[in-house]
């Protein structure tokens, strides 16, 4: 990948509902990007959904699957929606890092619980006997870790999100 940040790509990360996917199409088209959801990636190489990979073989299958996907991309000019267990592989981050503005979107568990609803049916890599509080305690601090923008979500619509997101990297790339 491009270590030159200024030309390459924007990754996403945050919790299940923070509005990766959804944010991450209107960024890709304001900036003129490509788009890459990674856990379609998954899906494609898989041929399975990403519960039925947690289901089937256990979370540690589908974060060792996300790493394997997330290593093999190759990619320049993208908005990049990783899943939200993305942050557990170090290598995967520092490979997406390399060539990218990482930004976390920032929301509170509230928000989370509100949007996801039922998450026994979203895929969501966590220990069995982790609940989501523990689960949300544990990635916020791998998502501040990584990112090189948090952006805040709350109160804001994804429209308003996307126009934090571009303010964001605007003053970032000012940086570089």
Do not use: W
């Not at 788009?35 to 998954?42: A, K, Q, R, S, W």
Request: charged content about 25%; glycine content about 10%; overall charge negative.
């Amino acid at each position: 990948m491009s270590t030159d940040k200024t030309s390459s790509n924007v990754v996403l990360i945050g919790m299940p509902g923070s509005g990766k996917s959804t944010v991450g199409v209107l960024l890709a088209k304001r900036l003129g990007l490509g788009f890459i959801d990674t856990d379609l990636l998954i899906q494609q190489e898989t041929g399975r959904t990403l519960q039925e990979i947690v289901d089937g073989d256990g979370y540690r299958a589908l974060r060792d699957i996300e790493e394997r996907v997330l290593l093999k991309l190759d990619v320049q000019q993208q908005v990049i929606s990783t899943g939200g267990s993305a942050v557990y592989s170090e290598p995967a981050m520092q490979h997406l890092k390399a060539g990218a503005f990482v930004v976390f979107l920032d929301i509170p568990l509230q928000v989370v619980l509100e949007r996801i609803g039922d998450y026994s049916a979203r895929g969501i890599s966590r220990r069995p006997d982790q609940s989501l509080e523990e689960l949300f305690a544990e990635r916020f601090e791998l998502y501040s870790r990584f990112a090189d923008i948090t952006v805040d979500c709350v109160g804001r619509n994804q429209e308003e999100v996307c126009d934090a997101v571009l303010a964001a990297l605007a003053k970032a790339r000012e940086g570089h």
